[in-house]
């Protein structure tokens, strides 16, 4: 199953991947559920860089540790929790930025390994996640227009 969640923002790619880039300023101000977020391995957005981050998700806290395996700048990154338990379910998330005559697109997929019955016993917890990609899409949207 994935999880996506699409965002169309009236700036360049280059203004969404640069908000990436400086993400230990900007994850609390993302969104409200946002903890905490600090590199814990190499400094930004490169391939092999380590991350930790906090958030609470339908009123829990997560608390994950995340690599990243695959950056092109100002179009796509994607990491995989470090965690082998998490990594099972989780196997990766990433974020796709595309150019538009408009602004970009920004699109959220979170890859998850579960069946029908898995998918269903968990349904609340899946909702408030696609609540929260839905609401972190909104909320850079917010952000970014405002500042260009």
């Given at each position: 199953m994935i999880l996506k969640e699409t965002t169309s923002i009236a700036v360049p790619?280059?203004?969404v991947y640069q908000f990436f880039e400086e993400m230990e300023e900007n994850y609390e101000r993302w969104h409200p559920d946002h903890i905490t977020f600090r590199w814990t391995e190499g400094g930004g957005l490169e391939q092999g860089a380590e991350a930790y981050f906090e958030e609470r998700i339908?009123?829990?806290s997560q608390k994950k540790t995340v690599?990243?395996?695959e950056v092109t700048p100002d179009h796509y990154l994607e990491f995989k929790p470090t965690s082998l338990l998490i990594g099972l379910l989780i196997p990766h998330i990433s974020f796709t930025i595309d150019?538009?005559?408009?602004?970009?697109?920004l699109t959220?997929?979170?890859k998850v390994r579960?069946?029908?019955i898995g998918a269903r016993l968990?349904?609340?917890e899946f909702d408030a996640v696609?609540?929260?990609?839905?609401?972190?899409?909104?909320n850079l949207k917010h952000i970014l227009e405002s500042e260009d």
């Open positions: 790619s280059e203004s339908a009123g829990k690599k990243f395996v150019a538009r005559a408009e602004g970009c697109e959220q997929r979170i579960t069946g029908p968990n349904k609340s696609r609540t929260h990609m839905r609401e972190e899409g909104e």
